[in-house]
């Protein structure tokens, strides 16, 4: 496929960053380039989907949204990394917790994703229900965490097709069964395409809600609070 693709408008190589972070919100990538880098120029408006390029601290980066599901994120990953030349891709995003001592406003690292979803198998065959990210990228997180002495809980990850369930307290079960802190919904599709074309991929979350405590925060928190998370991966370009 030649660029631009039918779902990124820019058509030349260079003008995105070898490394993009994704959060699922197009207006939380708009905050965080307005935030926190410069000399910005916005490369994407397609379905509104807002991609910006950058510089943080000197560093060339990219943000751009990835939309709700594993379907959104699939595509958007899978033409960045296989047509425009990107290297590494962080999702961060926001994500429900399954257990009492993962709280709101905590930051988790992906170790690794359980899914029931059928993205990897229809995609090209694999049969097999957890996908790691990079370990290499998840190390270069946590050790730029612990120079920013910012608590970080590495764990696995439930990364669902489903937002609303009949069965509510499904997650007990997930949590018991398959060692799942927190519930998100793109990283398994993340983790598979840069497996399939040999990329690297993390996946950093803040705890917007507890399943257990029933603790939320709102909309607008989950867009402009998620500092922490943010300057993490941030701080992780090299």
């Known amino acids: 496929m030649a660029i631009p ?4 408008e820019v058509k030349e190589l260079g ?3 070898e490394t993009v972070l994704m959060p699922g919100d197009p207006l939380r990538a708009q905050f965080i380039a307005d935030t926190f880098l410069t000399d910005v120029v916005k490369f994407n408006n397609i379905r509104n989907m807002f991609g910006f390029t950058g510089y943080y601290n000197g560093k060339k980066v990219s ?3 990835s939309g709700m599901g594993m379907a959104s994120i699939g595509i958007y990953s899978y033409e960045l990394f296989a047509f425009y030349g990107v290297k590494d891709i962080i999702r961060i995003g926001s994500a429900g917790s399954y257990d009492k001592d993962v ?3 905590d930051v988790v690292l992906a170790k690794d994703a359980w899914s029931e979803s059928s993205y990897a198998k229809a995609q090209n065959g694999y049969e097999h229900d957890v996908i790691e990210p990079s370990a290499e990228l998840n190390a270069e997180i946590m050790a730029t965490a612990a120079k920013m002495n910012l608590p970080v809980k590495e764990t696995r990850i439930h990364s669902s097709d489903v937002f609303y369930r009949d069965r509510f307290d499904i997650y007990k079960d997930i949590h018991a069964e398959h060692g799942c802190a927190c519930v998100e919904m793109e990283s398994f599709a993340l983790f598979h395409n840069a497996k399939v074309l040999g990329k690297r991929a993390a996946c950093v979350l803040t705890i917007s809600d507890s399943l257990v405590t029933h603790e939320a925060t709102t909309s607008e928190e ?5 500092t922490n998370m943010m300057k993490l991966v941030l701080e992780n370009l090299k």
């Open 5 to 8: 693709t039918p779902h990124i």
């Open 15 to 17: 003008i995105i960053a």
């Open 63 to 65: 943000v751009m949204g």
């Open 103 to 105: 709280k709101v406003y």
């Open 222 to 226: 989950r867009q402009n609070a998620f």
